[in-house]
């Protein structure tokens, strides 16, 4: 009998940080696609948009006027998904005498009130860029806004204010959800910490019970030590991007750094110098990898932010490693992109070409942006 | 101070079947869209398609011929994502000796084999049909094929042949990356049980642990017998409809039975009849919604398939409550749909309107479907 092959053969990785798994079917590559096609990415915007309400000048949705800002630019969101502003609403706790004569709505329907703060950053003023198309050394007042709004939230929540998780992401490209072309990005505060890095703070609380290590600081060393490195896209000095053994999205990708980093505010000059660097290059591989405007959500997970007079420990914080998600949805051209539907919403996340193959592609990615390109 | 409203304030509920949370920010559905517009659906579809790989009579990609099938139509899929023919790869297994060493690949990077068999169902022969558009006693062929699938499955797995789990789900729409307008669902039978099925049923075996008793069968209860019943969608003397408490997308449902039905098999002939009732009226309302073939992944989640020799407990068989879920994407229109993405992938998923708001809309639909309205 011959060998598995993970080239050919489906099989199902597991997540770690997650504690799911992720079906693997790389022989469904070959399948042809007669489904909807995505709009390829408008390359002719003008630098500065008049009817964008994120332009320096322009007046936004709710009547007030962005400032002529000539770098990166922070307001707040005039469509908060979440507000300080509310009366309180305590966690609903299952109350015992109802559900023993019958009435289940205390276990069944539980709910909690969320306070918090939405802001919306400009990263630049040019209407036409995205980070991919930025030099790295113009996306330092980009993390250096991420820092500022983490810090001074860190701050209040300190005093007592409901902060408590720093949630930063980038949505970019219409396919995900994003409704203006002007580079920004998003950050959503709340009071408790959401699903996801709640999840991935147990596992890796968990990991470090059971094994004295960091999950995230095992993966970095693993992956930049393997042989062939595989899955390893690039690195610097201080930081590895890798298409992780159990990404869900054809080219999702894994940036971290390799020394145990709770947040961004744990960043040294010249890692967050490195970290620039790798942000610019890797979104600029991402770009040429189609030759297109490559859509993708990104999200920054770092430590929870700490309550009033609560120590670390109680709250996560040193359990945190610092990490980017890039989950991009092409799979095979400008305008094929790959669905998580029927299967990956009702049984398992699904993917076709492993993650070794992705990262194959990205290693041989150019590092200059296709469109400055000379001919 | 004013209370806490439901309809106006941001809270997240609790998702006790997959021991989440969701983040529902009412006030946000005043925000103006100006993304991406999806295409409204075609309403000029022929009976028949020539170029159709899944009408009756017509060829199909890898060179099989369809029979020209005059009901519901069952064939393997052409391009399975698991197969049963590929070598043995049993789960990878931490090893102690080479995590004392300091070589971690065993803890995080696991993966098994998966194998399985694919199917695709073609509900009706006409090409430009729906389960919306069909009257309940066209669905009972298809509910029928349901039916024989699984229980052809699980005699093979009793068997020892390599099948736990039958995922039936149905990708409508091109926006659920469904590609051909056909009326078809499909089938993914895997050895293991994948992580949403998974989930749910570790969390209702410890919610029967705790409580005693199954967690969907006193879901179904609360909800319909709550004052007003402000979740309820539709109801027949057998099952129940409801936007759920903990729903994620805009019009998500949850369809179950309101006593303890383990499987497909386990149904009664007039359960089986009232089935087909109420997912063509469920379906005929979806598309009254918004006067559009609604789109929508859904998907049926029941007992797993016992094993060879083993008992039904070990194979968590009757923890299991039969029920159906639908996720539409649509949130304002035919062209205005929801995004699930930076917040919602990286934080924590998110709506907009509440379940109550979207069960209210969904009441207050036909049940004629508006392409065959006498105006
Ligand atoms: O099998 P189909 O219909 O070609 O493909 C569709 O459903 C599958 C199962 O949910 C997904 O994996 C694909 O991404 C989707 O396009
Ligand atoms: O806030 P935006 O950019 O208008 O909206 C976008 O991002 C949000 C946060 O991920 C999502 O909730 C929306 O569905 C999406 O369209």
Redesign the interface.
């Known amino acids: 009998?011959?060998?598995?092959?993970?080239d050919n053969?489906?099989?199902?990785?597991?997540d770690?940080l997650r504690n799911?798994?992720v079906?693997c079917?790389p022989h469904?590559t070959?399948?042809?696609?007669?489904?909807?096609q995505e709009k390829p990415s408008t390359t002719t915007l003008p630098t500065y948009g008049s009817e964008c309400y994120l332009c320096p000048g322009n007046m936004r949705?709710q009547g007030d006027r962005n400032p002529v800002y000539d770098s990166t630019y922070v307001f707040e969101n005039d469509?908060a998904?979440?507000?300080v502003e509310?009366?309180?609403?305590p966690l609903?706790q299952p109350n015992q005498e109802d559900?023993e004569a019958g009435d289940?709505?205390s276990?069944?329907?539980?709910?909690?009130?969320?306070?918090?703060k939405c802001y919306v950053i400009c990263f630049n003023p040019a209407h036409n860029t995205t980070l991919a198309e930025l030099l790295a050394h113009a996306l330092l007042p980009v993390i250096s806004a991420w820092k500022s709004i983490y810090s001074s939230l860190a701050q209040r929540a300190a005093q007592g204010e409901p902060f408590r998780?720093v949630?930063i992401?980038?949505?970019k490209g219409?396919?995900?959800?994003?409704?203006?072309p002007h580079p920004h990005g998003?950050v959503?505060c709340?009071d408790?910490i959401?699903?996801?890095?709640s999840?991935e703070l147990t596992n890796m609380t968990a990991y470090k019970t059971q094994?004295g290590t960091c999950?995230l600081c095992?993966?970095a060393?693993?992956e930049s030590s393997?042989e062939g490195k595989p899955r390893v896209v690039l690195e610097n000095e201080d930081w590895i991007v890798v298409c992780e053994?159990w990404a869900t999205w054809p080219f999702q990708t894994l940036l971290l750094p390799k020394r145990h980093i709770p947040s961004l505010l744990d960043l040294t000059e010249e890692e967050t110098a490195s970290f620039a660097d790798i942000l610019s290059r890797l979104t600029c591989r991402y770009d040429n990898l189609f030759e297109t405007s490559f859509p993708y959500?990104?999200?920054?997970?770092q430590a929870p932010l700490k309550g009033k007079g609560t120590a670390c420990e109680e709250d996560g914080c040193d359990i945190a490693h610092l990490h980017v998600?890039f989950?991009p949805p092409l799979l095979r051209s400008a305008t094929v992109r790959k669905?998580l539907?029927?299967?990956e919403?009702?049984?398992?996340?699904?993917r076709d070409l492993t993650p070794e193959m992705a990262a194959a592609r990205l290693r041989a990615c150019d590092e200059v942006h296709y469109k400055n390109k000379v001919v």
């Open positions: 009998s011959t060998s598995f092959d993970f053969d489906s099989h199902r990785r597991f770690p799911t798994w079906l079917s469904r070959n399948r042809p696609w007669q489904g909807q949705a469509f998904a979440v507000k509310q009366p309180d609403f609903t559900i289940k709505s276990l069944l329907l539980r709910a909690e009130g969320v306070r918090g998780y949630q992401f980038e949505n219409d396919t995900m959800g994003c409704s203006n998003q959503w709340t408790s959401p699903t996801e890095p999840t094994h999950l095992d993966y060393a693993l393997a053994w959500s990104m999200g920054i997970h998600h989950y669905f539907v029927g299967f919403m009702m049984g398992e996340v699904q």
